[in-house]
Structure formats: structure tokens, C-alpha cells
């Protein structure tokens, strides 16, 4: 893999501007933008994930569940780690890492790799058939025999999921093979060759003719003439249109191992220049390799070739378990005459960093070194992961290897047309593969194992690199070949030994040498193995018998290894088996992992209902004394969740689900904790959700105030002050009931509980009013109708629902109370509806409650409740009469949305009395089409936190609701308000703090919508300034405000949205990009004239004005010396508009309609002032116009449009388009079209 690899999307237009004074042509660049375009990702279960990342500001994520066949929606959990971002539903997270990879859930890798609108992964360990049973909702796109699997691309419908778990629950998921993400590995001579005495070879007659290389990489060059006649077969594993190499990676390699040098008279010729090359092509133009077809480039090279070179890898370590790992491992055992030559990887000098697939027991793994024989820092170290084997196996040159340069590509540094220089893993690799190829042609009896043993005893170790930074060391062509004698096995990784070692057995191992020549040899053996601290191994603990063996020509000799561990320090030990015999030295890798103390940490847990807890229940162990160090998340089975720790303190922190009784359900949670943990023995620690508090809030001035059906979060954050050192899970999801066990105190860092809650008037609820006044905990079955009443009604049992229960039954006019069954809860409803009846409760069978669907069509209130509260109602029916109430709001007024905080401890509960006098008051309006379902959130900071993870609240256009939020200094808050699913885009405010209790207003999506300049001033800086720095212009503006165009912006989406914009400079066109987010390179050191076009379409059912805008910035500038803002104008509009962008009609209005500008510079700008506007009005979409006289107002930049009063009715279009010029006194002007800005009113 490359070191490095950097790409940057340029697009330029075809006709560009003269060249100025220094011989460069001005072009666009694409940037990254003020926030990430609003798309979404589509996990395989089928929930949406909606990232926005600001450049360097807090991120956010907002989530969508997907429907559930159980008819519940998920919990999710949501955790950052390092620069990765987790969002995992609760009813995957039971399955990892069994049965599904965690990746799968990475929504920063899957965003990167562009994985947002289907999943490819790799399914292994299945039956041969399975493939052709796979669930709905996959296409399999290909066979992947060597790991018992296939690779598929999950849709995003989420009926893949569905399928693989029938029964609603993780438990029921199907029991075969493991779902893997299908990776993206990476890509990882004149002096390099010499290095390793291939020319040596050469002179004997050795130059690997005969012999068939693969190489599995980005492609090839073929018209290079290093490459000509060298390759003999070529095969496309790629989505590209060929086999040709748009990157220069894989012609760089295939040219080290075989090219002929004809380019350069020889000087750069590869180490096995006889060898035949057969390029299989894994990695696109961009370098991204993926798993699939990268298993099934392996699968066909492995009988074709004798030896496989691939430069590939991922960026994490890996424990030799991955899909690539599995598949190198079963063809080497399946092709015992061909090598695998793989790169260690570019992972850096963090031990344990061996990446996939170099993990592998059978690969020849290479690390990297320069020319003087140092390790290069970008080498990957072992040990290998889990287990700690030798890795990697051997090093070779690395380090500015000059070889073919693929035409039309730049990969390294350039050297000329027909070479580059190029550093990594990635050149060390096709070194070894070279000298593999020599090596058979020279002995073609050997194995594969066999010549992987023979380089590495070969190689010349570097006494201050450790074995697992080496290997055997720097190969040794002419060594390797010119040795009589071979070792195996090669390395010799003699175990890891868990704690307690006190009653392993003494560890014994052979060492085989095998002469191949026609005398005999007499070998010394000493062991030089040293522990991590340097101190040699004690001779009483590790020693090799006997010291001297004589190996007869033609035949073996063995020597045991014996290790005993029980008094040896503990610790990682390595080093060499070294077998001499006069000139000829083998080296033999040894090492083994002697584990330091560990303690067993026992957790029980018991649910609230007193079941042990399952699997749906888990908690996070993290070092308390250093947070930043992996944790792990531990999982309940029957009640007990386990784990291995070495001495310490300890942070645990997790929660407990109560399920229904078919385990279908979540119930209840009870979040737990332990803050400090002291592990200095084996433990067991028992946490029982009984004991626990409930989290409960009272809401004096809305009494009916419930969290039901409203969206939750939950924080428990530990660490300190920097952000970058705090653990902080989040928990999302519609509200559960939520308890609390008190937890001891927080020692070693701070700790902090968070519980967002939102409270609003319940959708659905039911109140039994006789013979007893008692409320009901409901779960409205989705598709159930919008009710805004309240009645009471009669209780009537009805069995199942079915048509034979209702016979003899008057149930018109009442509510239905109905046993669940296996009766679709669409045909329970209409069954009871039939019947007269007005209102429907389904009680569960068993305990708990749980969740459904009566479908589109229902017409009467359906909601369910638990098993225990409709058995109680049922004794209460044997009894007599039972009235209930019926009570519904379709869209609340209000909505409380409070933040919880409790420092220092898991409190004993929380039981909340929040005064709307004590709140902030946020006064909300949301304009746009009347009843059109919009989604809300707010999203909230807390000073640990880099990233917020919400879930929209259900919201509506041409509605208002009032809300109240908690105050305070240390939290941050971002409201976004936009289409019902995360990805549509819409509008958010600044970041805001409340330091103390206030009122504010807004009025989201109030016409006119127009692209807007972002004011950097604030908590939060969305868009840079646009600047010119020297030569260049960065230009960054959001392509959606509002009226309120200094609170809320928005940005681009792609799914609804188009952005273009073109560059014009001294009028000449330069080039366009595909939105507003660019850098203008090369400008004019003069002074130019640039004018910048900006047109935005938005198609979406909850945007029906302001759908179309032009806007034209032009302005003079300048060579800047130092960063300065340009003279971009920008435009602000007010004009009277109701809540669904209507004018206001004249009789509800005084005196005549009018549009207030107000124009002005981008924020900070100081130089000419502005010196006048004009507006025009059009009825007809901008065919025709009229000009509408303007005046300046009271202060800079001010004007006031007076407009004539049309109704709709006498338009063609009934919507009133919009045209606005403005401009300062040195002649920088802002034009702008909005099409249908606001509809018009019908008189």
C-alpha cells in the first residue's frame, strides 16, 4: 500500500481564460463545503443515518429506524472512536461479532467508501447453496468458495434484514456464516534491486523464467516498454471499463518484479525480469480495493500462478480472522505450490498493526525498509493481533523505489515520463515477490511453505530491530538460494500463554532442517530471544537440543525447542533460532507471549421483571485510568455478561432491557454503571434492574404531558476536559421507560448523565375511568388515525378479533378490547370497525406490551397495551362494566425538550418538576404546505461531546408550537428542521447557548428562500469568510436561507436538490462546479472583474415556493498580500407572508403589500457603501416582468418595494416571482431571481 496517497477533484472549464503573467490558467477547484451535503446512509438493516459534518465543527448524526417485522422500533446506540463514528440498532448490536461485522455499522467508513445507498458485503462460512437462498433484499453479485461465502449488495429497504430476522429479535437471526462489510483495502529501482542481490542471481542463471507472477493490483500499463512480452494473462475484478492502470500503482509493482528495464537502458530493471506476469486487477482508478473482488482475483490467480504479489491492505490491524486473511489462508492450503507474497501494510510504528490480508498464517508478509536497511516509520508492526504471532515475515526495500510509470498518471514522484519514485509496504512487496519467483525457478521441487521458509532463515536480520518489526529480516536472494540447507517451520511462534501460567505444561516444538546438497552439514544452534524490556530468555526457561545436529545429505535432522513459562517474567518475547555452520547462517523467527496478570470480571445482571437479563443487554468496559484505551462492550446470556482485564480501576457503564415474554420487545431499560471499579482479583459485580428509579417529570402547566412516542437520547460521558479523551455513548431511540440504578462515585474523571427528553401531549392515550380512574400505558399501532378529542367509551371484550367473536356482541360506539394472536392487526381493525366498533386495544399474550401496524387503511384509534394491564382489565369485565377514555392530540401545541444532567454518579432516579418559568421559550413557527409531514430536532452538545445524535421529531407545515428548553451556559443546541426522513434537505439554526431563561422566535422556511453568505460571527462559524488569499478566492456560501437568513441556513441535497455554479472572469467563462463550495486558483495578480452564477433547484413535496433561484455575484478584485474579504453582496427579503408562504390578503393587512431589502456585505467587510436596489415582480414564472418602485429605508442597505395587490385567480401561475439588483459605490452588485417565491392570496 502507498504511504500516501492524496487526491484532489479538479474540474476546469473547456474554455478557459488566458494564462496570466506567470503561466497558469485561472481554474475552479472543488472544496469541501460548509456542511456536508445532506444526504443520508443506508445501513443494512435499513435505518437512515444523516451526517452533517461542518468543517472543523461538531458534528451530527441523525437517525431514522426503519420498520421492524416485530413492529418496534430499535434503540440505537451511537459511539465515536477515534475519527470513526458507530451507529449500531439494538437488535444488531446482540450479533456482533459473532454473526455480523461492526463495520457494518461505521457510518464514517460506509460514507467514505460512498457505501450510502445499498451495502456491499461478504458472507462467509455458509453452505455451498446458500447463495442461492439468500434472503430477499440482496443481490449476490458473486461465489467466494475459498471462505464459505459469497459477496452480495444489501438494498437499502431494509428487507434483507427483515428476512435474516423472521422473528423480530436478534436471537432469531439466521444461525449461519458472519456478514463481513465488504473493505475497501488501500493500495500500499536502480538501487533496491542490487540491495537484495538479485543481479547475483542473475549472473547464476536465475532470473525467475518459468515461472508465473500474479499480480492483483490497480491494473497494468501493457504498452510500457518495461512491460513488453512480460504479461500473458490479464483479467478485470474492477467495476472500471478495462484493465488499464488510471492510478500507476499496479504498473509501478507489476514493473519491480518483472520489467525488462528497455526504458532505461537497464537501470531499472525488476528483480525477476524472466518471470511471466499475469495481472489480475482488484483496485480501481482511485486506488480502493474491494474485498469481494479481491477473494475472487485470489481465487483465480491461486492455480495459475506460483507466486501472488499483492500491495494491499486496510488501515487497522488485524487478527488474521478477516475475509482476505481466511481466503489467502484456505488457497495456500488448497494450492500448496503457489505463495502469497502480501504487504504488512502502512499502519505506522503502533504495535499489533499487521493489516489484512498480511495477517494470514500462510502469506509471506513484507515490511518495509529504505536503503540503509531502517525500518521505515510507516512499516506495520507486529505482533499480530489476539494472538500475538510473528508478523511481518521478512523487509525489503521500501523506500524511493523508482520504477514504471503507468502514462497518464502522477502516482509518487515522477521521475520522468516512464518512471516514478514511489514509497511503502506496497514497493517492498513485488521485491520478495521477484525473489520468491527466483527462488522456484532455481529449486522447482520447493512448496510454497517451503520457499517462504527459505527466504525468511535466509534474510539478513537487523540486530536493532525487533522480531516483530523484521521478521527473518532483509531478504537475501543469493543467500536464499545458494543455502543447502532449509529450516521449517518458519517462523516458530511457540504460543500465547494465558494467566495463570502456573499449571501450563512445558511447551516443546521441532525445527526440521532438510539438506538438499550432496554433503553433509554440522549446525551450531543457540537461541537468541530476548523479553520486550531486552533482558535475554533464562536459559532454565527456553533452550533448543540438542545445540549441534549434523544433517546428512539429502536427508533431515530435527532439534526441539522446549519452553517453560511458569517462572518467567511476564511479557512478549523474540527473537531468532540461529543455526550456523561455518559461512552459512539460518535464522529461525521464535517468539511467544507470556500474558501478564488478568483478572475475571463477572457482571450479573437481572431485568426488571426479574428475568435474567439477554443478550439485548450490555455494558462497556473502559481503563479508567486512561480512557483513550480500547474498550469492551460486554454482552448478557442468562443473566451473566464476562470479561478478561489486567489489574486496574475500571469505568462500566451500560443498561438492562426488560423484554416481552417472546423476547420480542423492549419493555423497559435501566441504565447502569459502576464509575470505579477496582479489579485486583476476579470479581463479580451484581446489578439488578429492580433496585432501580425511574426517570419521571412533571409538567405543572400541561398535565396530560407525555415522552410517548417522542424521540430520547441518553449521555453518560466520562473522561476529562479534552474532548478528544472522553468515552461518551449515546442511546437513541422513541422513548422506553427509563430507571435508573444509583452507581457509586466517579474517582479517577468526571463523569456526567444526560437525559434528553421530550414531552408533548400524547398522540394516543387511554385512561380507564371506571371502576377505578387509572392511566394505561398505550403503544398506538402505527398507521393508526389521527384523533383530536377525547371520549368516553365502553370496554367490550371481543376474544381474538375474529368475525366469530363479535356474534351476540353490540359493540357500536364502544372500544374493543382483542387478545393478541397470529391475526394480522389490519384485519383486527377492520373486523371491529365492521362491527360498529369505535375504538380498538389489543393486549398482548404474553407479558409486557409490544408494538404493531393496522396499516394504512385503518379508521379507528388502535393502540396496544401490555399483558398484564388487559388482564386486568379482563377481571375487570368479569366484574361488570368498565369505562375507558379515548384521548388524542394529532399535533401538540407545545413540546418541552429538556435536558436532564446529573454529575459525578448514576443518581438514584430522577424525578423532574419543570416550571415553564424556569425554561426558555422558543416560539415556533414552521411555514410551508399545510398538514406536509416535516422532521425535527434539536440537537444538543454537552462539552465532552464532539458529535450529537438525534432522531427526528414528527413535525408539520403551517403549524406553530410552542416549546421550552432547558437553560444553561454549557449546553449547545442546533434545531434543524426538514423533510420527514434524515437526507431531505432543510434548514438549521446557528449553535446556540441559553445561559439564562429567555423567549426567541422563529420562523422556519418563511419565505423568500434564497442562497445566502454565511456570517462567520458566533458560537459557530459554518462557512469561512469568502476570501482572496494571494491569488486565489474561497468561496463558500449555503444554498438555502429563509426569511430568518441570519438564524437559518441550509445546504445541498442531492436526492431533491441541483447547485451548479459557473466562474466567470473579465467576462470569459472559466469553468463551473456541481455546487457552491470552490477555490479560484490562479486569478490575476491585476485587477480582474469576477462574476459568479449560482443556480438552485429543490423538488420536494414540503418545498412548494422559492423552488428555482439565479443569483449573480460580480465584483471587482485583486493580488491580496495577506487573506481579505471580497465585496460579496448579499440579499435579505421580508415581505408579509402567512404560514404557508401566502401573501397576506388587503383586508388583513394596513395600507399596501410591500418587500423589505435589506442588502449588505458579507460580515466583516469594510470598504464602499450600498448605493441602491432595484426589484422587479413577475406573474408568469420571469417571462414578463414589471419594475415596482424602491426606496432607501432608515440605515445602510435598507429598502422598501411597494407591490401591487393580484390575486391568484389572475395570474397564470398564482405564485409571485421575484428579480433583485443591488449594488455598492464602486460598482460590486448582487442579482438574484426567485422563482415562486409565495403564492399568491385567492382575492
Known amino acids: 500500500m502507498l504511504a500516501v496517497v492524496i487526491l484532489v477533484p479538479v474540474l476546469t472549464g473547456a474554455a478557459a481564460a488566458e494564462p496570466d503573467d506567470r503561466g497558469r490558467a485561472p481554474a475552479v477547484t472543488v472544496v469541501s463545503g460548509p456542511g456536508t451535503t445532506a444526504g443520508s446512509i443506508t445501513l443494512v438493516t435499513g435505518d437512515r443515518v444523516a451526517l452533517e459534518t461542518p468543517a472543523g465543527q461538531r458534528r451530527s448524526v441523525v437517525v431514522d429506524a426503519a420498520p421492524r417485522t416485530s413492529g418496534q422500533e430499535p434503540q440505537f446506540e451511537v459511539l465515536e472512536t477515534g475519527e470513526d463514528l458507530y451507529v449500531v440498532p439494538s437488535d444488531a448490536a446482540p450479533l456482533i461479532p459473532g454473526r455480523l461485522d461492526r463495520e457494518l455499522f461505521n457510518v464514517t467508513k460506509l460514507a467514505e467508501y460512498g457505501y450510502t445507498d445499498g451495502v456491499p458485503v461478504v458472507v462467509t462460512g455458509v453452505a455451498a447453496t446458500a447463495a442461492a437462498s439468500t434472503p430477499p433484499g440482496a443481490e449476490v453479485t458473486g461465489r467466494l468458495p475459498s471462505v464459505d461465502g459469497y459477496a452480495a449488495t444489501v438494498a437499502p429497504g431494509g428487507d434483507w434484514w427483515s428476512a435474516r430476522t423472521p422473528a423480530g429479535n436478534a436471537t432469531s437471526a439466521a444461525t449461519t456464516g458472519k456478514v463481513w462489510l465488504d473493505e475497501l483495502a488501500e493500495i500500499e529501482l536502480d538501487t533496491s534491486v542490487p540491495m537484495i542481490g538479485a543481479p547475483e542471481a542473475w549472473s547464476l542463471g536465475f532470473d525467475g523464467s518459468g515461472q508465473t507472477v500474479a499480480v492483483l493490483d490497480t491494473g497494468v500499463d501493457a504498452d510500457h516498454p518495461d512491460l513488453a512480452g512480460q504479461i500473458v494473462g490479464t483479467l478485470n475484478f474492477t467495476g472500471d471499463a478495462g484493465m488499464a492502470d488510471e ?30 506476469l499475469l495481472i489480475g486487477k482488484i483496485c480501481d482508478s482511485s486506488g480502493s480495493c474491494p474485498t469481494s473482488g479481491t477473494i475472487a482475483a485470489m481465487e483465480w490467480a491461486a492455480p495459475l500462478a506460483d507466486v501472488i504479489s499483492m500491495s494491499i491492505g486496510t488501515n487497522v490491524g488485524d487478527d488474521g480472522t478477516a475475509p482476505t486473511a481466511r481466503a489467502v489462508d484456505e488457497l495456500s492450503a488448497q494450492n500448496p505450490n503457489t505463495l502469497f507474497v502480501v504487504a504488512a501494510g502502512n499502519n505506522g510504528a503502533k504495535a499489533g498493526s499487521i493489516a489484512a490480508p498480511g495477517s494470514a498464517d500462510a502469506a509471506l508478509t513484507v515490511g518495509a525498509v529504505d536503503k540503509n536497511g531502517k525500518l521505515a516509520s510507516f512499516s506495520s508492526r507486529g505482533p499480530r493481533l489476539g494472538d500475538f504471532a510473528i508478523k511481518p515475515d521478512v523487509t525489503a526495500p521500501g523506500v524511493g523505489i523508482v520504477a514504471a510509470r503507468a502514462g497518464g498518471t502522477s502516482m509518487g514522484t515522477p521521475v520522468d515520463d516512464l518512471y516514478t519514485s514511489a514509497n511503502g509496504t506496497s514497493m517492498a512487496t513485488p521485491h520478495v515477490a521477484g525473489a520468491a519467483a527466483i527462488a522456484f525457478q532455481h529449486d522447482p521441487g520447493l512448496t510454497a511453505s517451503q520457499v517462504k521458509a527459505e527466504l525468511i532463515a535466509t534474510a539478513n536480520a537487523n540486530p536493532e530491530l525487533s522480531v516483530y518489526e523484521q521478521g527473518g529480516g532483509l531478504i537475501d536472494v543469493p543467500a536464499a538460494i545458494g543455502s543447502p540447507v532449509l529450516a521449517s517451520p518458519e517462523p516458530l511462534d511457540l504460543g500465547f500463554f494465558e494467566y495463570p501460567q502456573s499449571g501450563v505444561p512445558v511447551t516443546e516444538k521441532p525445527v526440521t532442517y532438510t539438506n538438499r546438497g550432496d554433503t553433509a552439514v554440522t549446525l551450531d544452534l543457540t537461541l537468541e530471544v530476548t523479553h520486550e524490556d531486552g533482558t535475554a530468555a533464562p536459559e532454565t526457561a527456553l533452550s533448543v537440543g540438542p545445540t549441534t545436529v549434523t544433517v546428512p545429505a539429502g536427508g533431515t535432522a530435527d532439534a526441539t525447542v522446549r519452553l517453560d513459562v511458569r517462572d518467567l517474567p511476564k511479557g512478549t518475547y523474540g527473537g531468532h533460532l540461529v543455526a550456523r555452520a561455518g559461512e552459512l547462517t539460518l535464522r529461525t523467527p521464535v517468539g511467544f507471549h507470556v500474558e501478564p496478570e488478568m483478572a475475571d470480571l463477572t457482571l450479573t445482571g437481572v431485568a426488571r421483571d426479574g428475568r435474567p437479563a439477554t443478550r439485548s443487554s450490555s455494558v462497556y468496559v473502559l481503563d479508567a485510568s486512561d480512557p483513550e484505551q480500547p474498550w469492551q462492550q460486554l454482552y448478557f446470556d442468562n443473566g451473566v455478561a464476562t470479561g478478561r482485564f489486567p489489574p486496574g480501576t475500571y469505568y462500566v457503564i451500560g443498561q438492562l432491557r426488560t423484554m416481552d415474554g417472546d423476547n420480542r420487545y423492549s419493555l423497559d431499560r435501566t441504565m447502569i454503571g459502576v464509575p470505579t471499579l477496582r479489579l485486583d482479583e476476579d470479581t463479580t459485580v451484581d ?36 474532548q478528544s479523551e472522553n468515552f461518551a455513548p449515546q442511546w437513541l431511540g422513541v422513548w422506553t421507560p427509563t430507571y435508573l440504578l444509583e452507581s457509586g462515585p466517579a474517582e479517577l474523571n468526571d463523569l456526567e448523565f444526560v437525559q434528553q427528553i421530550r414531552l408533548a401531549d400524547p398522540a394516543l392515550a387511554l385512561r380507564v375511568v371506571s371502576p377505578e380512574t387509572r392511566e394505561l400505558y398505550v403503544q398506538p399501532l402505527a398507521g393508526t388515525p389521527e384523533i383530536d378529542s377525547s371520549t368516553s367509551l365502553d370496554l367490550v371484550h371481543a376474544g381474538t378479533g375474529t368475525e366469530a367473536d363479535y356474534a351476540g356482541l353490540d359493540v357500536a360506539g364502544k372500544a374493543v378490547l382483542v387478545l393478541r394472536s397470529a391475526i394480522p392487526y389490519a384485519q383486527i381493525e377492520a373486523t371491529a370497525r365492521s362491527h360498529g366498533a369505535a375504538a380498538l386495544v389489543v393486549m398482548h399474550d404474553t407479558s409486557g406490551y409490544f408494538f404493531g401496524s393496522v396499516g394504512a387503511g385503518a379508521r379507528i384509534p388502535s393502540m396496544a397495551v401490555s399483558g398484564e394491564d388487559g388482564r386486568r382489565l379482563l377481571d375487570q369485565l368479569d366484574a361488570g362494566r368498565v369505562t375507558v377514555a379515548v384521548s388524542g392530540t394529532a399535533w401538540s401545541p407545545y413540546l418541552y425538550d429538556l435536558a436532564l ?80 426522513y434524515p437526507g431531505e434537505a432543510g434548514l438549521q439554526e446557528r449553535d446556540v447557548t441559553y445561559p439564562d431563561v429567555t423567549r426567541v422566535r422563529h420562523d422556519w422556511f418563511q419565505g423568500v428562500h434564497h442562497p445566502t453568505v454565511l456570517d462567520p460571527a458566533g458560537p459557530r462559524n459554518p462557512g469561512n469568510p469568502v476570501i482572496r488569499d494571494g491569488d486565489e478566492i474561497t468561496f463558500r456560501v449555503a444554498e438555502w436561507s429563509d426569511s430568518s437568513v441570519t438564524e437559518h441556513h441550509g445546504f445541498l441535497d442531492t436526492s431533491t436538490d441541483t447547485a451548479p455554479l459557473k466562474f466567470y472572469l473579465d467576462g470569459e467563462f472559466v469553468g463551473e462546479a456541481p455546487r457552491p463550495t470552490v477555490k479560484l486558483s490562479n486569478l490575476p495578480a491585476g485587477g480582474s472583474t469576477v462574476r459568479l452564477e449560482l443556480a438552485t433547484t429543490r423538488r420536494a413535496a414540503w418545498w412548494q415556493t422559492s423552488t428555482r433561484t439565479l443569483t449573480n455575484w460580480t465584483f471587482r478584485t485583486e493580488h491580496a498580500a495577506e487573506p481579505e474579504l471580497v465585496p460579496l453582496l448579499d440579499l435579505e427579503y421580508s415581505t408579509q407572508l402567512d404560514l404557508t408562504n401566502t401573501a397576506v390578503p388587503p383586508s388583513e393587512r394596513p395600507g399596501p403589500a410591500t418587500l423589505d431589502l435589506r442588502v449588505r456585505h458579507q460580515a466583516g467587510y469594510q470598504g464602499a457603501r450600498i448605493a441602491g436596489a432595484k426589484v422587479w415582480i413577475s406573474y408568469d414564472d420571469g417571462a414578463t416582468w414589471q419594475q415596482r418602485p424602491t426606496r432607501a429605508r432608515p440605515g445602510e442597505g435598507n429598502f422598501r418595494a411597494v407591490l401591487d395587490s393580484v390575486a391568484a385567480g389572475d395570474t397564470p401561475t398564482g405564485h409571485a416571482t421575484v428579480r433583485v439588483e443591488a449594488w455598492d459605490a464602486a460598482g460590486n452588485r448582487v442579482q438574484q431571481e426567485v422563482t415562486r417565491a409565495w403564492r399568491l392570496s385567492a382575492r
Open 901 to 980: 444532567t446529573r454529575t459525578g454518579a448514576l443518581p438514584d432516579g430522577i424525578d423532574e418538576v419543570a416550571r415553564t418559568r424556569n425554561l426558555v421559550r422558543v416560539d415556533n413557527a414552521f411555514h410551508g404546505e399545510p398538514g406536509e409531514p416535516l422532521g425535527e430536532y434539536r440537537a444538543l452538545w454537552r462539552p465532552y461531546l464532539v458529535h450529537s445524535a438525534q432522531q427526528y421529531s414528527a413535525a408539520k407545515g403551517a403549524h406553530r408550537r410552542t416549546e421550552y428548553v432547558t437553560a444553561g451556559t454549557d449546553s449547545l443546541y442546533r434545531q434543524a428542521v426538514a423533510g420527514q
Open 687 to 722: 446489578l439488578d434492574a429492580r433496585d432501580a428509579k425511574p426517570i419521571s417529570v412533571d409538567t405543572p402547566a400541561h398535565p396530560l404531558a407525555s415522552p410517548a412516542g417522542q424521540p430520547q437520547k441518553t449521555v453518560v460521558g466520562y473522561g476529562g476536559p479534552d
Open 247 to 276: 492510478h500507476g500503482h499496479g504498473t509501478h509493482v507489476a514493473s519491480t518484479i518483472a520489467g525488462t528495464g528497455a526504458g532505461s537502458d537497464g537501470k531499472f530493471t525488476g528483480v525477476a525480469p524472466g518471470a511471466d
